[in-house]
């Protein structure tokens, strides 16, 4: 099976830079997301890494360790629009089952 | 359409009812999922379709789930004789294949059960 560990909640001045992590126990998997998602509205995607590494996306940055089950997500320049939940994301490799989500991380900003 | 749809947006019902919650997935996706999703929690998988028929139902707690998508386009899933432990948002997302890190979601429909 699956299983994904992240803070429950994290708080961060504006204009710093925060990282949330996640570890996880699973018996394989292709790769890890990351979501985020403001109250009331859609999970939306905004990273995947396939291999290990850091991956690179405008302020955002997430990495990953096989080797040491971990990955996190890196946000720079925090903005006020940032306060969110982020939830990481395996897919498996056996069985059928798409994402697996940990419970995710609140996110706020503060001025 | 431009995004994936779902209706309704909010579903208050009684214990012991029926209700449908309907899935319009991104054009041309050809994969289509269910999640439920608790407060303070992450999506909790139901089911996964590629295509019409039903890739992954591990997720569907009981047999009062059920879900369809017999075009392979917009998808309903069934509740019957709901429960008040039923009460989450029910969310739906699309991808262009399965098994993606990529998925798109709706904004999801809250089911209330009182």
């Known amino acids: 099976g699956q299983s994904l560990e992240q803070p429950s909640e994290v708080t961060a001045v504006e204009g710093a830079i925060v990282q949330i992590n996640c570890t996880y126990q699973?018996?394989?998997?292709?790769?890890l997301s990351w979501y985020q998602q403001h109250d009331g509205g859609a999970p939306t995607f905004l990273s995947y890494n396939a291999l290990d590494g850091l991956e690179e996306t405008g302020r955002f940055s997430s990495f990953l360790s096989r080797s040491d089950s971990y990955g996190y997500l890196l946000l720079q320049e925090l903005q006020m629009k940032d306060s969110a939940s982020y939830f990481c994301a395996v897919r498996p490799i056996s069985g059928n089952t798409p994402l697996v989500f940990g419970k995710g991380t609140r996110l706020s900003v503060i001025a | 359409g431009a995004g994936v749809s779902q209706t309704p947006s909010n579903k208050v019902t009684e214990k012991g009812k029926y209700v449908e919650l309907r899935c319009d997935p991104i054009s041309g996706h050809t994969a289509l999922y269910w999640y439920r999703q608790s407060l303070g929690q992450g999506p909790e998988f139901l089911i996964y379709?590629?295509?019409?028929?039903?890739?992954?139902d591990s997720g569907l707690p009981n047999d009062r789930f059920f879900a369809v998508r017999p075009e392979g386009s917009v998808s309903t899933l069934k509740i019957q004789r709901t429960e008040r432990g039923d009460s989450a948002v029910y969310l739906c997302?699309?991808?262009?294949?399965?098994?993606?890190?990529?998925?798109?979601f709706g904004e999801g429909s809250r089911l209330t059960v009182l």
């Open positions: 379709f590629q295509g019409t028929g039903a890739a992954d």
């Open positions: 997302a699309s991808s262009t294949r399965g098994k993606t890190g990529e998925l798109f």
């Open positions: 699973t018996s394989g998997f292709y790769g």
